[in-house]
C-alpha cells in the first residue's frame, strides 16, 4: 500500500533527510490530511525541531504556523486549568496519574502547545474515585455520567462564557479500557509511575508505560486518526532507548494485550519505515482492512461497508484469548442498553427490542451506502 504524502512526510522527519523536495500538488496533498487530522501544530513543531520547516513551500509554513497558534491558546487555558487540578490533588493527597495531553506535549514533543487537546485525561484508584469525583465538582467540574458498567471512565464539564473555549472537560479514568478487553495489573503500572516535578501525589508514566498506553489508546479508537500514527512514532523516536520490546511484550502478554499492541506498533511501523531504524520491531501481525482512506473517511464521519468489515475482522487478530474475543461479539452487535440509550439520548426503560432495531437500522443504511442525516447521532460500540 502506497503511503500519503503527508504519512511519507512523517517518515521523512524521523528518516533525517535534509530535503523533503514534493511537487505542489504533493504537498498540498499532504495539508489535506494534516489538516483534516488537525496535526498541523504536531508537523509545525517536529519540523521546526529538525530545522526542515524551511524545507516546506512558504504557504504551507503559514499555514502550519497559524494552526500552531490556534492550539497555542487553546493550550494556554487548559495549562491553567490543569495546574489549578493537579495543586487540589496534591493537596487533597489523592493520588493522580497523568494521561496523554499537555504533559505529553511538553514531555514528548518540547512544547505544551504542540498537539492539541481538548480535555485533561487523568487516572486514579478506583478506590479514590468517588473522592477525585466529589473534588473535581468542588473545582466547578458538573456531574460525570458513567455510560455503562463495563466502561472506564467519567466525564466532567466547566463550562465558561467563551465562545473560542465554550468548555472543558476532564475525563477521570480508572482503568485503561473496558474491563472485558484486557487483564492489565493497574496496581503494577501505578508501582511504576514517577512524580511530576514538584508534586508527590501527582504522577506521570515512565517511557515503555507511556509507548504501551499511547498504542492501547490508539487501539480504543481503531487507529483511524493520523494523531495517532503520529504520537505513537514521536513517542519512539523520542524514548528508543528508555524501553524494551520484550520487557514491552512480557507486559502485554500478562495483561491480554498483546495482539492489540502487535497489532497498532505494525501499522506504524509499516507507514513509518524507518523507525525499524530508530528501534527494530520483532513483531509484526496485519490488521485486515485497515488503510489511510478508512482514516480519512472515519475523520468526516463516513462509515462504508469496508469499516464494518474492517471492525469484524478486528475481533480476529486483536484479542489474545477466545473468551475476550466472544466477550467483545457480544458487546460489537448486542451493545450494552444503557450505553446505547446514553448514545441516542434517550431515558432509561423502554423497549429493548425498540432499542436494538433502532441499532440495526442505522448499521444496514450505512451498509447500504445511506448517509446519516446531518447532527444524527452515531452509535459506535467501543
Same mark, same amino acid.
Given at each position: 500500500m502506497k503511503a500519503s504524502e503527508a504519512v511519507r512526510l512523517l517518515d521523512q522527519i524521523y528518516s533525517g533527510e535534509r530535503t523533503l523536495g514534493r511537487s505542489d500538488a504533493g504537498w498540498k496533498k499532504a495539508w489535506e490530511d494534516i489538516r483534516g487530522s488537525f496535526t498541523g501544530s504536531q508537523f509545525y513543531h517536529l519540523l521546526q525541531s529538525r530545522d526542515l520547516l524551511e524545507q516546506t513551500p512558504e504557504w504551507l509554513q503559514?499555514?502550519?504556523?497559524?494552526?500552531?497558534e490556534r492550539i497555542l491558546y487553546q493550550n494556554m487555558l487548559i495549562r491553567a486549568e490543569q495546574k489549578k487540578l493537579f495543586r487540589a490533588f496534591e493537596q487533597e493527597e489523592i493520588p493522580l496519574l497523568v494521561l496523554k495531553g499537555i504533559r505529553m506535549s511538553e514531555r514528548f514533543f518540547g512544547h505544551f502547545a504542540a498537539r492539541p487537546t481538548t480535555d485533561i485525561d487523568v487516572l486514579v484508584r478506583p478506590s479514590d474515585l468517588e473522592r477525585a469525583s466529589a473534588l473535581l465538582k468542588q473545582l466547578s467540574f458538573g456531574d460525570g455520567e458513567t455510560l455503562d458498567d463495563d466502561h472506564f471512565h467519567l466525564q466532567f464539564n466547566k463550562f465558561y462564557n467563551n465562545p473560542m473555549f465554550p468548555f472543558l472537560a476532564v475525563e477521570l479514568h480508572w482503568s485503561i479500557m473496558r474491563s472485558h478487553h484486557h487483564e492489565t495489573d493497574l496496581e503494577a503500572l501505578w508501582s511504576r509511575t514517577i512524580p511530576l516535578t514538584g508534586y508527590r501525589y501527582v504522577r506521570e508514566l515512565?517511557?515503555?508505560?507511556? =509507548?504501551?498506553?499511547? +498504542?492501547?489508546? %490508539?487501539?480504543?479508537?481503531?487507529?483511524?486518526? @493520523?494523531?495517532?500514527?503520529?504520537? /505513537?512514532?514521536?513517542?519512539?523516536?523520542?524514548?528508543?532507548?528508555?524501553f524494551s520490546y520484550e520487557s514491552l511484550w512480557n507486559k502485554a502478554r500478562l495483561d491480554g494485550n498483546l495482539a492489540k499492541l502487535t497489532a497498532v506498533l505494525s501499522l506504524v511501523y509499516r507507514l513509518c519505515p524507518t523507525l525499524q531504524w530508530v528501534k527494530p520491531l520483532d513483531r509484526r501481525i496485519r490488521w485486515p482492512?485497515?488503510?489511510?482512506? =478508512?482514516?480519512?473517511? +472515519?475523520?468526516? %464521519?463516513?462509515?462504508?461497508?469496508?469499516?464494518? @468489515?474492517?471492525?469484524?475482522?478486528? /475481533?480476529?487478530?486483536?484479542?489474545?484469548?477466545?473468551?475476550?474475543?466472544?466477550?467483545?461479539?457480544?458487546?460489537?452487535?448486542?451493545?450494552?442498553?444503557?450505553?446505547?440509550?446514553?448514545?441516542?439520548?434517550?431515558?432509561?426503560?423502554?423497549?429493548?427490542?425498540?432499542?436494538?432495531?433502532?441499532?440495526?437500522?442505522?448499521?444496514?443504511g450505512h451498509l447500504l451506502g445511506r448517509r446519516a442525516r446531518a447532527g444524527a447521532k452515531e452509535l459506535d460500540t467501543p
Open positions: 503559514a499555514e502550519l504556523k497559524a494552526e500552531s515512565n517511557d515503555e508505560d507511556t =509507548l504501551y498506553h499511547t +498504542a492501547l489508546h %490508539g487501539f480504543n479508537h481503531h487507529m483511524l486518526s @493520523l494523531k495517532y500514527i503520529v504520537d /505513537i512514532a514521536q513517542v519512539i523516536d523520542q524514548t528508543w532507548d528508555g482492512f485497515w488503510s489511510e482512506q =478508512l482514516m480519512r473517511e +472515519a475523520g468526516v %464521519g463516513i462509515k462504508s461497508r469496508r469499516y464494518y @468489515l474492517f471492525r469484524l475482522c478486528s /475481533i480476529f487478530v486483536t484479542f489474545d484469548h477466545t473468551a475476550a474475543m466472544l466477550s467483545h461479539f457480544k458487546y460489537l452487535f448486542l451493545p450494552p442498553a444503557d450505553y446505547a440509550r446514553s448514545q441516542f439520548k434517550e431515558e432509561q426503560g423502554g423497549s429493548l427490542l425498540s432499542l436494538y432495531s433502532r441499532i440495526y437500522r442505522q448499521r444496514l
